[in-house]
C-alpha cells in the first residue's frame, strides 16, 4: 500500500467515524446521566430522513438540518417520558424507539415520495457540501503520480483533513466541547452526579428529572447531527431504507469501548470508522497481509472486539452505578 | 401490590396498550392519506378470511410463539434477551447442517434431529453472553445484540461462501432432501378433493410449538428449576441467600432461551424454505419482545399475542400489495405494541389502579347489600384508607 491509498483509507475513516462518534457522544450523555439509551439508531434514522426529506422538498439543507433535529428530539421526548418520567424499562423504550423509526420513516417516504422508502437524490445545494479549507490542495485534479509528487504533509492536510463536510468537523469539535461540559461545568458535575448517585443530587436540592431530561435533549440533538450526515452530507445524497444499518449500536459498543469518555471515544470511533473502511477494501487488506480475509469478518470486528473488551479482557469497563434505573424521590 | 383484581391485569390493562397502539397507528394512516378502517377489514380479512390466510397467519404465529417464549423464560430470570433474532438465525444454521449432512430415512427423525441441532446452535449463540454476563458482568442487553449482528455477518460469510452449493447465484445453502421435508397443513387438512390451506407455508411445527408453550409453563410454574429462575428474578439477593446460584440461573434461563429461540428454525427453514436462505428470520426475534411483553411472560398469553401479531404480520403483507400502505406499517404498529405494554406500562396502570382504589375505598364506605330504611347505615370502624 502506498502514501495516497492510505491517506484515501485515512480520509474514508474520517467519514465514517462521523455519524459514530456524534452518536457515541450521545450516548455518553445520556448514559452518564443515569439513561440507557439503545435508541441512538432511531432517533439517528428519523433524523436522517426528515432532513434528507425536508431537503428535497425545500431544497435547503439547513431546513433539512432543523427538521431532522426536531423529529430526534421529539424521539429523545417519547424516551425521556417513557424512562424518566413513567420510570419505565429504558432498555425496551429503547428497543421500541429504534423499530418506530425503522417503521415511520419508511410508511411516510413512501406516501411523500413513493419510491420504495427512498428520498429523491438531493442535488448541489440541497446536502452539505465539503469544505476545502485554506491552503489545502484540489486533489481532484491530480492524478496518483501526481500527488506522489507533493509534500507528504500537505497531502496529508489536503486529503485527510480538509475536504469535508461543516458536520464532520462539528462532531471532531463536540468531543472537547463535551469534555469542558462534563468535567468543567457545574451542569456537568451534576450530570455526572444524577447518574452515579441520583438520590445525593436530589438531596443537594437539584432536579433529578430535568437533569436527565436535559442529558436526553442533548443526545436527541447529536444524534439529529449525526442523522444528517448520514444522509444529507457528501458524498451521500438522500435517504434509503434503514440506512443507519447498526451505527447505533456500533455506537453503543464504542461508548463501552472507550468507558464513557469523550476522548477515548473519538480514539474508538476512529478505529470503528478505520475497520469500516477497510471492510470496504477487502482487496487492500488481502494485498497487505497476504491472507484473503472475508469483507464479512471485518464487518463483524468492531462487534467481537468490543464483546472481548465488554468481557473484561482489556481492562475492565465499569458503566455509571445509577444507569439504567429509574429514580423514584420517595420510597 | 394488589392494588387491582386479577382480570384487569391480565385483561384491562394490555387491553388499553394494545387500544392506544391501535389508535395512534390509524392516526398514522389517516395521515398518509389512507383510511384507517378500511386498513383494518382488509387486514383481517387478508389473514383470516381464508384458510390460505390463516396458513400464513398460523405460520408466522409459530415464528412468534417461538421466540416469545424464548424472551419470557428469559424475563422470568430478568434477563432480556433481545438476541432472538441471531439465536434463531444460528438455529436455522444448526437445522441446515443436520439436515445437509446427515441422510433421513424419514421426515420424523429427520424433525427430532433437526429440532436438536436447532435448538443446541440457539442455546450455544445464548450461552456465550449468558456466561460473560454472570462470570463478567458484561450487560446481557448488549452483548446479545452483538451477537445479533456477528450472527448476521457469519451467515452473510457462509451463504456467500463455503454452504452455497458452486454454480448458483442466490445466496443460499442447497435444497434440503425430499426426505427431510415434513408435512404442511395442506398435507395434513385436506381430504380427497378438500384442499384446504393451499400454497401456504404453515406446517407440524405449529404443534410443536404449543407444545413447547405446555412445557415452557410446566417448567416456570411446575419445576424447581422455574421456582428457582422465577425466585430469582424477583430478588437475586433474597434468591442467594436461598442457595439458589447467580450463575447457574444466569447460564439456564439464558440457555434455555437460545434453544426456544433456535427452535424457530424448524417452522421457517425446515418447514418453509426447505433451505437456509439469507433473512430467513425477518424479524421474528424481535417481535418476541412484543408478544412476550402482551403475554405478560405467561405461554398462553405468548400464544395468543403470537397469533394476534400473525394477524397483523400476515395482514400487514395483504395491505403491502393491496393498498398504498405499505408492509413497514407493522414495524410501526409492532413498536407502538412494545412501547405502550413495555415503556410505558406505568402511564397507562396508574390510572386504572387509582380507579380500582376510588372504588375500593367507596366500597368500603357502603357495605353491600340493601340498605334497610330506617336503618341508619352503621359508619364502619377502620375503613382501609384509599391508597394513593
Same mark, same amino acid.
Given at each position: ?41 432511531? !432517533? ?48 425496551? =423504550? ?23 422508502? @427512498? ?42 483533513? =480538509? ?22 461545568? @457545574? ?24 437533569? @436527565? ?27 434509503? !431504507? ?16 472507550? !468507558? ?26 488481502? =494485498? ?40 423514584? !424521590?420517595?420510597? | ?28 394512516? $389517516? #395521515? ?15 389473514? $383470516? ?52 449432512? &446427515? ?31 454472570? /462470570?463478567?458482568?458484561?450487560? &446481557? ?22 454452504? /452455497? ?19 404442511? %397443513? ?51 439477593? #433474597? ?9 447457574? +440461573? ?19 427453514? +425446515? ?6 436462505? +439469507?433473512?430467513?428470520?425477518?424479524? #421474528? ?23 394476534? %401479531?400473525?394477524?397483523?404480520? *400476515? ?56 340498605? $334497610?330504611?330506617?336503618? *341508619? ?8 384508607? #384509599?391508597?394513593?
Amino acid at each position: 500500500m502506498d502514501y495516497p491509498t492510505l491517506l484515501q483509507l485515512l480520509d474514508s475513516t474520517v467519514r465514517l467515524a462521523t455519524p459514530l462518534l456524534l452518536a457515541c457522544l450521545a450516548g455518553l450523555f445520556s448514559e452518564r446521566a443515569g439513561i440507557f439509551d439503545i435508541g441512538l439508531e432511531g !432517533k439517528m434514522l428519523v433524523a436522517a430522513f426528515l432532513a434528507a426529506a425536508t431537503a428535497a422538498l425545500t431544497g435547503n439543507v439547513w431546513l433539512g438540518l432543523l427538521a431532522g433535529t426536531l423529529g430526534s428530539l421529539l424521539f429523545a421526548a417519547i424516551h425521556g417520558v417513557a424512562s424518566i418520567t413513567f420510570r419505565g424499562n429504558q432498555l425496551i =423504550s429503547g428497543v421500541a424507539i429504534n423499530f418506530l423509526a425503522a417503521g415511520l420513516t419508511v410508511v411516510v417516504s413512501q406516501a411523500l415520495f413513493g419510491q420504495g422508502g @427512498r428520498t429523491p437524490q438531493l442535488g448541489e445545494g440541497s446536502r452539505f457540501a465539503s469544505i476545502t479549507l485554506p491552503g489545502a490542495v484540489d486533489l481532484q485534479g491530480l492524478s496518483l503520480a501526481e500527488q506522489r509528487e507533493l509534500n507528504p504533509l500537505l497531502l496529508l492536510y489536503s486529503d485527510v483533513v =480538509s475536504g469535508h463536510t461543516i458536520l464532520v468537523y462539528v462532531a471532531f469539535l463536540t468531543v472537547p466541547l463535551t469534555w469542558w461540559l462534563l468535567f468543567r461545568t @457545574r451542569f456537568g458535575l451534576r450530570l455526572r452526579a444524577v447518574g452515579e448517585n441520583p438520590a445525593a443530587v436530589d438531596t443537594a436540592g437539584i432536579s433529578v428529572t430535568r437533569l @436527565r431530561y436535559a442529558a436526553v435533549a442533548i443526545a436527541g440533538l447529536l444524534c439529529a447531527i449525526a442523522g444528517a450526515q448520514l444522509s444529507t452530507a457528501e458524498p451521500a445524497a438522500g435517504f434509503i !431504507k434503514d440506512m443507519t444499518a447498526g451505527r447505533g449500536f456500533i455506537a453503543l459498543a464504542a461508548l463501552i469501548f472507550a !468507558k464513557w469518555r469523550p476522548w477515548t471515544a473519538l480514539w474508538a470511533c476512529l478505529l470503528f470508522g478505520f475497520l469500516s473502511a477497510l471492510a470496504l477494501r477487502s482487496a487492500l487488506v488481502e =494485498s497487505i497481509i497476504g491472507l484473503d480475509v472475508p469483507s464479512q469478518f471485518l464487518d463483524a470486528l468492531p462487534y467481537v472486539l468490543t464483546i472481548v473488551i465488554l468481557a473484561g479482557f482489556v481492562g475492565r469497563a465499569i458503566p455509571p452505578r445509577a444507569g439504567g434505573e429509574p429514580y423514584v !424521590k420517595e420510597r | 401490590m394488589d392494588r387491582m383484581p386479577r382480570w384487569a391485569d391480565i385483561l384491562l390493562v394490555p387491553a388499553i396498550s394494545l387500544l392506544l397502539a391501535a389508535l395512534i397507528s390509524a392516526l398514522v394512516i $389517516l #395521515a398518509i392519506g389512507e383510511n384507517p378502517w378500511q386498513a383494518l377489514l382488509i387486514m383481517v380479512d387478508g389473514a $383470516l378470511g381464508s384458510t390460505s390466510g390463516w396458513g400464513y397467519t398460523l405460520y408466522y404465529a409459530t415464528n412468534f410463539i417461538f421466540t416469545g417464549l424464548a424472551v419470557s423464560v428469559a424475563f422470568h430470570a430478568r434477563m432480556f434477551n433481545i438476541g432472538g433474532e441471531g439465536q434463531a438465525a444460528i438455529g436455522g444454521l444448526g437445522v441446515a447442517l443436520v439436515l445437509l449432512y &446427515i441422510p433421513f430415512p424419514h421426515w420424523s427423525l429427520a424433525l427430532l434431529a433437526a429440532m436438536l441441532g436447532a435448538m443446541t446452535a440457539g442455546a450455544l449463540w445464548a450461552f456465550v453472553p449468558a456466561i460473560l454476563q454472570a /462470570k463478567r458482568g458484561s450487560h &446481557i442487553v448488549i452483548t446479545t445484540m452483538l451477537f445479533n449482528f456477528i450472527a448476521a455477518a457469519l451467515l452473510n460469510y457462509l451463504l456467500v461462501g463455503p454452504l /452455497k452449493p458452486t454454480g448458483t447465484m442466490e445466496t443460499a445453502t442447497a435444497g434440503f432432501p425430499e426426505t427431510t421435508s415434513i408435512p404442511s %397443513f395442506r398435507d395434513m387438512f385436506s381430504f380427497g378433493d378438500v384442499i384446504l390451506f393451499r400454497g401456504t407455508p404453515a406446517n407440524i411445527s405449529f404443534f410443536v410449538a404449543l407444545l413447547a408453550a405446555f412445557l415452557v409453563w410446566l417448567l416456570i410454574w411446575r419445576t424447581r428449576l422455574g421456582y428457582e429462575i422465577r425466585a430469582f428474578g424477583f430478588s437475586e439477593g #433474597a434468591a442467594r441467600y436461598a442457595g439458589i446460584g447467580a450463575t447457574r +440461573m444466569i447460564v439456564l434461563s439464558m440457555v434455555i432461551s437460545g434453544a426456544l429461540a433456535g427452535l424457530m428454525a424448524i417452522n421457517n427453514t +425446515m418447514g418453509s424454505d426447505e433451505r437456509l436462505i +439469507m433473512n430467513a428470520v425477518e424479524g #421474528a426475534g424481535f417481535i418476541g419482545i412484543a408478544v412476550a411483553l402482551m403475554g405478560r411472560n405467561h405461554p398462553v398469553g405468548v400464544c395468543l399475542a403470537a397469533l394476534l %401479531f400473525g394477524i397483523l404480520y *400476515q395482514g400487514g403483507g395483504i395491505l403491502g400489495m393491496d393498498t398504498a400502505i405499505p408492509r413497514e406499517m407493522i414495524v410501526v404498529i409492532q413498536a407502538l405494541v412494545i412501547l405502550f405494554t413495555g415503556a410505558l406500562d406505568q402511564m397507562v396502570r396508574m390510572p386504572v389502579e387509582r380507579l380500582f382504589a376510588r372504588r375500593r375505598a367507596r366500597a368500603a364506605l357502603s357495605p353491600p347489600g340493601p340498605a $334497610l330504611p330506617g336503618l *341508619q347505615t352503621p359508619k364502619p370502624t377502620g375503613a382501609p384508607t #384509599a391508597e394513593p
